[in-house]
C-alpha cells in the first residue's frame, strides 16, 4: 500500500487551520503522512499543530522561520518519507475520499494525477462517479494554453522521484506556474480527474486575492519561462498560445489595474484561436472587445 505524503505549509490561517487538518485525518485512504509545516505564524496556529500532533502520530509537526510558500513547501518536501506527494493549502480542505480516489487513478499506470477545485461550501458530497481523461505531456500542455487545466501545485499528487528538496522557486510569487511545468514534461502520462476533489476557499487575505506590481510582474515572468520552455520542446500552434497569453494579460489588468496590460490583450485578439475554448473562457476573452464591459465586470467583480 502506497504511502502519500501530504504538505501543509502553513502561515497565520489560525481560523481555518482545523476544518484543513480535519479534513486530512479523516481520509478514507489511510496510509499518510501530515506534515505540518507553520512558516512563522503568529497567530495560534502553532497551538493547533502541537494538538493535533497528540491525536494522531501520522502527523509531523515542524516550526520554522518565515521564508514564504515555496520554502515551506520545499522544507516539507525534504522531510516527506512518502512515495507520492500532495499539497493542500492550510485554509483549504479535501473531499474525505480524494486521495483514495487519486491513488486508485494513478495505480493504471504510474504518473502524475490532479483533481478540479471546487469552491468551498459547507455541504460535502459522496463523489463516486467521475471522468478520468489521460495526457501526454504535449496534450497536458495544449490543454493548459486553452484554459482548460491550471498549474496549480495543490491538487496534483506526484510521485516523490519527481520532486527535490529545492524545486519551488524561493522569493518568488506564482512559484506553482514556475515550477510545475518542468514535472510535467517529464512524466509519462498525466490523469484529470473531473470531480472537484478539491476544496478551494475563498479567502481574501491569501496571496491570490491581494496584489501588488511585484505579483503581476512574477506571474508575468513565470508565464514567459513556461510558453519559451513549451515553444522550446513542444509543437503547439501559435494561436493556441497567444490566447493563453491574452488570458494572462486580461489577469495582470484585473490586479494591477494598469489598462496597458487590457491594450496589450486586445492587440492580440486577431491571433487568438476559438476553437475548443470553453463557452466561459469564450466569452472572457470575446469581452476584451469592449473595454467599457470589462471593466464594467472587473469593478462588480470587485465589490
Known amino acids: 500500500m502506497e504511502k502519500v505524503s501530504i504538505i501543509i505549509p502553513i502561515?497565520?490561517?489560525?481560523?481555518y487551520l482545523e476544518e484543513c487538518i480535519e479534513s486530512v485525518i479523516k481520509q478514507s485512504y489511510t496510509?499518510?503522512?501530515?506534515i505540518l509545516v507553520n512558516d512563522g505564524s503568529t497567530d495560534n496556529s502553532a497551538f493547533l499543530c502541537e494538538k493535533y500532533v497528540k491525536l494522531d502520530d501520522r502527523i509531523h509537526y515542524y516550526s520554522k522561520k518565515n521564508g514564504g510558500l515555496s520554502d515551506a513547501r520545499n522544507y516539507g518536501i525534504k522531510r516527506a518519507t512518502g512515495d507520492y506527494l500532495f499539497f493542500l493549502d492550510s485554509d483549504d480542505l479535501?473531499?474525505?475520499n480524494t486521495i483514495e480516489i487519486m491513488i486508485n487513478t494513478m495505480s493504471r499506470n504510474k504518473g502524475i494525477v490532479l483533481c478540479c477545485f471546487e469552491r468551498f461550501t459547507d455541504d460535502y458530497n459522496d463523489i463516486k462517479r467521475f471522468k478520468i481523461k489521460k495526457f501526454n505531456p504535449c496534450s497536458f500542455f495544449e490543454d493548459i494554453l486553452k484554459l482548460n487545466s491550471s498549474t496549480y501545485a495543490c491538487g496534483?499528487?506526484?510521485?516523490?522521484?519527481?520532486?527535490?528538496?529545492n524545486f519551488f522557486i524561493k522569493n518568488r510569487y506564482y512559484e506553482d506556474l514556475s515550477s510545475m511545468y518542468y514535472i510535467y514534461s517529464k512524466c509519462n502520462v498525466i490523469y484529470k480527474i473531473s470531480a472537484g476533489l478539491y476544496k478551494y476557499r475563498i479567502n481574501p487575505n491569501s496571496i491570490v486575492h491581494t496584489s501588488n506590481r511585484r505579483k503581476v510582474d512574477d506571474y508575468i515572468k513565470s508565464v514567459d519561462e513556461m510558453i519559451d520552455f513549451i515553444k522550446d520542446n513542444y509543437n503547439i500552434s501559435r494561436s493556441i498560445i497567444e490566447t493563453y497569453r491574452c488570458e494572462v494579460l486580461r489577469s495582470c489588468y484585473i490586479m494591477s489595474g494598469d489598462?496597458?496590460?487590457l491594450n496589450q490583450a486586445k492587440e492580440l485578439l486577431g491571433n487568438v484561436s476559438?476553437?475548443?475554448l470553453s463557452l466561459k473562457n469564450k466569452i472572457k476573452i470575446f469581452l476584451l472587445h469592449s473595454k467599457k464591459l470589462t471593466k464594467l465586470i472587473i469593478k462588480l467583480k470587485n465589490s
Open 11 to 15: 502561515f497565520n490561517t489560525y481560523n
Open 31 to 34: 496510509n499518510i503522512e501530515i
Open 94 to 96: 479535501i473531499q474525505y
Open 156 to 165: 496534483v499528487l506526484i510521485p516523490k522521484e519527481f520532486l527535490n528538496e
Open 259 to 261: 489598462e496597458e496590460y
Open 274 to 276: 476559438f476553437k475548443k
